[in-house]
């Protein structure tokens, strides 16, 4: 595609996500409004390596290392521990979410998602510049409407940039939910100063550890963090092990909890498909699972 059919095309994908917006009722915006099947296995660990479509919400500087158009499709269920006297689970809930990026253009590169779940909708759009060969800025901005019947909206945004210090090595710095205004904060949505690290042991297995200080929480529970490890045995196989502590469930609400993820992909030229498991053990406690598939073009 040139880049005038990039821009027709993006216009008309943008306009989409407002139209939906617009005709589905229903927020708490939340910092990693998102856990894809990939970032789930890593325990919301990721934001210095997200591939698949995962810029558009961890980082969004990121999509202009990742030089493909690519439709991402996810679906997610999940279901508490915890028992009511009837015996029915007291957590319990799905949500579905699809995005389109596009890392190719000349201009700047740039994404969109439309997530649905039991509590809201979110829309997310995303863009981001290669400063130089090995420095990346992006913004995003997100909008969540919750089915609360408030009807309330809640609008905020995402800034972050991207270094690739070595072959083996990228750091990124991210400043997630800019504004914080006090409805913002009613629904938990926090400003959240996150430093993601990746480090790459020679192609084999791939780390990460993405710690986080949120400022307005109360003593104890401003710093947390995500670590990750993704292991490739093969090319085009990968297994994923995650731990997090004091981290956002955005199925949870964004609750805060610790717990830990697993996980399994495979990635084809054209399309790939990830498995995603994650446990919170602190309360509320629940197990939430993802399966997705994105395709490039």
């Keep these: 595609m040139n880049t005038e059919v990039n821009a027709r095309f993006f216009r008309t994908v943008f306009l989409l996500f407002f139209a939906l917006n617009a005709l589905i009722p229903g927020t708490r915006a939340l910092a990693s409004d998102f856990h894809s099947p990939r970032t789930l296995a890593l325990g919301g660990a990721g934001h210095a390596g997200p591939i698949l479509n995962d810029a558009i919400y961890l980082n969004p500087s990121y999509v202009s290392f990742m030089p493909s158009y690519s439709l991402g499709f996810y679906y997610q269920w999940f279901e508490g521990a915890q028992k009511l006297p009837s015996g029915r689970p007291e957590i319990k809930g799905r949500s579905w979410n699809v995005s389109i990026q596009d890392g190719r253009s000349e201009l700047f590169q740039a994404g969109a998602a439309f997530t649905h779940r039991d509590s809201g909708n979110f829309i997310h759009v995303g863009a981001s510049k290669s400063v130089v060969n090995r420095l990346g800025v992006g913004i995003g901005w997100k909008f969540y409407r919750p089915l609360d019947g408030s009807r309330k909206g809640i609008h ?86 995650g731990n997090f502590r004091n981290a956002a469930q ?48």
Excluded: C
């Design 156 to 241: 905020d945004a995402i800034f972050s940039t991207t270094f690739l210090a070595a072959q083996w090595l990228q750091v990124v710095g991210i400043v997630d939910n800019l504004l914080q205004t006090r409805d913002a904060r009613n629904y938990r949505l926090h400003r959240e100063l996150i430093l993601g690290t990746k480090a790459n042991v020679m192609g084999i297995l791939l780390a990460y550890f993405d710690p986080h200080y949120t400022p307005s929480l109360p003593e104890g529970q401003r710093f947390g963090h995500e670590l990750g490890l993704e292991v490739t045995p093969f090319t085009d196989v990968f297994f994923r092990f």
């Design 250 to 297: 955005p199925f949870l609400d964004q609750q805060r909890g610790r717990g830990y993820g697993l996980g399994a992909g495979w990635i084809s030229p054209r399309i790939s498909f990830d498995y995603g498991v994650s446990r919170v053990l602190s309360r509320p406690s629940a197990t939430t699972h993802s399966f997705g598939a994105t395709l490039y073009f």
